[in-house]
């Protein structure tokens, strides 16, 4: 009787990555990706970036994790920066399709986004101040150079 040889599992290098250099895979990443699949199937529940599905253009595995927001992709050290992007951002879209207008602070030039209108959309006052950038409307932590 033939019996299957079981595959070594071959255990990647560890490769020291900047942020930088994740955020370039990650827009190298979803330039390759057909139509049909979402960035968000890089990213695992605790909001960790799963680089298996990266290896060809890394060659190995971060020494390092890295975390990405689901729904502005923005790829942060921490995870909790990602979930509160993640929690402002649907705070404002559901912001905006009950009321139809965007949740920032009224004059502001830089769209800070007022956590005072989207407070019954959120589970608490976030700490860090969030923008809501001029062409997508997504949110972001950067604020926005005029």
């Not at 990555?17 to 994740?22: P, R």
């Not at 253009?57 to 990405?68: A, D, E, N, R």
């Not at 509160?84 to 399709?97: E, G, I, T």
Request: glycine residues 2%.
């Amino acid at each position: 009787m033939f019996w299957k040889k079981k595959k070594e599992e071959v255990e990647e290098p560890e490769v020291d990555l900047s942020i930088e250099d994740v955020r370039q895979v990650i827009m190298e990443a979803a330039s390759d990706l057909p139509l049909a699949i979402s960035l968000r199937s890089l990213v695992n529940d605790d909001y960790s970036i799963d680089f298996s599905l990266l290896k060809s253009k890394i060659k190995g595995v971060p020494s390092q994790p890295f975390y990405m927001s689901k729904e502005t992709f923005e790829v942060f050290e921490a995870p909790e920066q990602a979930k509160l992007l993640d929690d402002v951002q649907r705070a404002v879209d559901q912001f905006v399709k009950e009321k139809d207008e965007l949740p920032v602070i009224p004059g502001d030039p830089h769209r800070k986004i007022s956590y005072f209108m989207i407070k019954d959309y959120l589970h608490g006052t976030p700490q860090e101040t969030t923008y809501l950038s001029k062409h997508d409307n997504l949110v972001t932590h950067r604020r926005p150079i005029n």
